[in-house]
């Protein structure tokens, strides 16, 4: 999943899938499910976004990575998990 958040005009943009959206199903005033043609799930649209909730909540993350792909690479670092 990619989150947008563009400032200027107030709208999140939450990436589900590579696929290229092919309808929009409004779901309340500004909010709208992208769907692709076979009916799955694309994205979701949300305008006026900072009215609807706090922002920062949703651009605020914590990763959780996979540390057998980072053991082989940090070991040539000389550097320990």
Do not use: C, W
């Amino acid at each position: 999943m990619k989150v947008h958040y563009d400032e200027e005009i107030d709208a999140l943009y939450l990436k589900l899938s590579d696929q290229q959206p092919d309808g929009v199903i409004e779901i309340a005033e500004g909010i709208n499910i992208d769907t692709t043609a076979d009916g799955k799930l694309a994205g979701i649209e949300i305008l006026k976004a900072s009215r609807k909730f706090n922002i920062n909540t949703i651009l605020s993350y914590t990763l959780d990575l996979d540390s057998d792909i980072l053991k082989p690479k940090v070991a040539e670092l000389g550097v320990a998990l």
